[in-house]
Every structure is written in C-alpha cells, then in structure tokens.
C-alpha cells in the first residue's frame, strides 16, 4: 500500500516537531466515518525510543489499529534533565542514548537532513548569532528532528507489516 509522509513541520515556540503519514485509501475511509457508515478510533502511544516503547508501537499498529484509525506517537523526553532515581542525567548522556535508539532504528544522525518546511520557523535554518541559549535552542530541535525520523523509520517499518489503513500525526 501506498504511503504519504509530510515533511517536518516545526514550531519552536512550543518545542513540537510534527509529521503525518498516510498510509492506504484513509481520505475514502475518513469519509465514510463522517457518514457515520464507519467508526474510527484515535491512539495516543508516548515513545522515548527505548525497546519497551518500540514493543508498545508494534502492538498498537499490529493488534489494535484498524483500518482508518489515527495513531499518535508522541516522543515524551524531559526537555530540561531527565532523572535517574535520585541522580539527573547528564544532557550529553541523554544525546548519546537518543543517538544509539535512532542508530538502531536505522537513522543516520551524521548524515540527517533537516529540511526547513517553508512557513515554519525553524531555529536549525537561522544559524546567525548563536549565543548560549539560541544553541540550546537548536539542538533542541536537532533532537526532535531525530526523534521524528526514528518514530517515522520504525512506523513505517510496523506499517509496512500491516494491511490496514492508516494515517495521522507522529
């Protein structure tokens, strides 16, 4: 089945980074709901890339996910620190564990291309004057960046697993 992938849309006033696939007939399948001839569901599947979130993917798209449901999967990573029972984790540990989850997902991170989507405003395409925080700022985005593209490499994965009929934001 045919999949359609929009390109990233970022906002960095709200640090959110967005992508839809469509995958198969979901604009006829859509409107078939709205004739109220069908029923579709929408999930919401939180993702900070690690195994057991990839396992919750897997079984989402493969068991639950019907033809023209929505599945949200959402990359849920503290921005600030994450905590490791009473110890914070470094920023740099939490790059370096983001970068192996994509590597293993198959995302070159050396080789990622960030295209700016005309009509946001994406921080990484404005590379003028980088102070302290305009620098945390973009690698922020880099992140989420990365983030998309692994969920988007492992869903199109699962998806292409399945014969259902698929479509929604990652």
């Given at each position: 089945m045919e999949m359609i992938v929009s390109p990233i849309t970022s906002t960095p006033e709200t640090q959110r980074v967005v992508r839809t696939i469509l995958r198969g007939?979901?604009?006829?399948?859509?409107?078939?709901?709205?004739?109220?001839?069908?029923?579709?569901q929408k999930y919401l599947v939180a993702t900070d890339l690690s195994g057991e979130a990839q396992h919750a993917l897997e079984c989402t798209i493969g068991t639950v996910l019907g033809d023209g449901?929505?599945?949200?999967?959402i990359y849920a990573i503290d921005r600030d620190m994450v905590e490791d029972g009473d110890k914070i984790v470094p920023d740099d540990k939490i790059a370096g564990e983001l970068s192996s989850n994509a590597a293993a997902m198959g995302t070159s991170l050396a080789a990622m291309n960030m295209p700016h989507t005309p009509g946001t405003c994406s921080p990484i395409s404005n590379i003028g004057d980088v102070s302290?925080?305009?620098?945390?700022?973009?690698?922020?985005?880099?992140?989420?960046?990365?983030?998309?593209?692994?969920?988007?490499?492992?869903?199109?994965?699962?998806l292409g697993e399945s014969r259902r009929n698929v479509g929604g934001p990652l």
């Open positions: 007939e979901y604009e006829s399948i859509v409107k078939e709901a709205e004739e109220g001839n069908k029923r579709v449901d929505t599945l949200m999967a302290e925080r305009s620098s945390e700022r973009m690698e922020g985005e880099r992140r989420r960046f990365i983030a998309v593209e692994a969920i988007t490499r492992l869903v199109e994965k699962l």
